[in-house]
Structures are given as structure tokens and as C-alpha cells.
């Protein structure tokens, strides 16, 4: 009997034991996929704000203000019919350029965000390297690298239950009657996610993004 006794004990306390190791490794599972998923999220913010920040970048800024060579004022001449001259000064330069990298907008409610920039100084006209696009789908993030969508998460590991960009923009008008209209524009990400074996351990996370190159309107002709 003490012997039988002893056995049941005994076997209530390891029972108990490997309950707790199994509830402590469980939960040590729990916090490392969610603390992998954080990770996950913080690895894709970052290409995510670094885009959205160059929106609208020219590889030759300059340009955009100034072009070279312009010469400091020129003579014109003209004479009537009766043979009276009349002549006039005026500063002729050469016109500055107008940035063909605007594209800075969502579609799909959100879902898809796409922008142009610059990067390379000797590229002046929109292509397949200075177009840039973010999309969610099939629970995943893809970004389109050389014109191709290339998946930037790994739905084996993480799956993007929701995406959403939306931009706000605030006008700055001009004193002047004609000024150029000057739009600061903001990027906000709100991203929600949760690792692929446990839906429970869902994780939200949201950015807001200031676009460095401000959009510039109107003018005077």
C-alpha cells in the first residue's frame, strides 16, 4: 500500500511538472512568433518610408528653378509701318523644367499605393525604374522592383490581414494673385498582421509619412 502510495504521487508531481514545462514552452513559442511578426513589420516599414519620403525626387533639381547657360538680358527691335523704332529690354533665361515625377496616389480602396521618383540624375523621364508600387495581396506585401511585383513578406510566416495607405494633403497658397500653389503632402500606413500558425496573435501597426518633395501648382504663364 505505502508503495502504491508513493507511485501516485509521484506521478501527480511529474504530471504537474510537464504541465507546466508544456505551458511554459508554449508560451515562449507564443512570444517569439510575436515578436517575429513585430520584426517582420519593422523590416518592411522601413523601404516603405524610405519610398514614400523620395516621392517625387528629381535627379536634377536644379532644374526645376534654374537652367544653366541663361544669359542675363537680351535687346529686341521692332519697327512700324511709318518707319518709327522702338526698342526693349527684357531678361530672357531658359525656362525651368517641369518635374514629370508626380505620380503619388492610392487606388483599390487603399490597398495599392504608388509613386515616382528619381533617383539617378541622368534619368528625366518617368520608366520602369523610377515607377514604384506597393500592393496587398493574398495576404502579403509586394513591391515592384525593375517593373515586376516581387513579394516584400512571406505568407509561410506572416499573413497581412489589412493594408491601408491614404494620403492628406495641405495647400499653400502664394501671396500673389497668380503665385504657384504649394501641396505638403503625408502618407498613413496602417498595417495588420499575425503570424501564419496563430491567428489570435494578430499585431496592428501604423506610420505616418511626410513626402519631402513638395508638389507644386498653378504659377503665373
Partial sequence: MELLVGLAVGLSVVSAALAWVGQTLGSMVRQHRAWQVQQDLRAIAQPLQMEIRRAGAYGRPSQLVWQPGASAGTGAASATATGTGTGTGTGA???????????????????????????DPNVVLPDASTEVTFRWIDGRLDQTVGGRFQPMTDP???????????????????DRACADTVLSRTVQLQIQAHPTQDVALATSASWSVHVRNDRVAGGCP
Fill in 93 to 119: 533665361g531658359a525656362g525651368a523644367a517641369s518635374n514629370p515625377f508626380t505620380t503619388l496616389g492610392v487606388t483599390d480602396a487603399g490597398t495599392t499605393l504608388r509613386l515616382s521618383r528619381a533617383i
Fill in 156 to 174: 509561410a510566416l506572416m499573413q497581412l490581414q489589412a493594408f491601408k495607405a491614404e494620403i492628406q494633403s495641405t495647400a499653400h497658397l502664394g
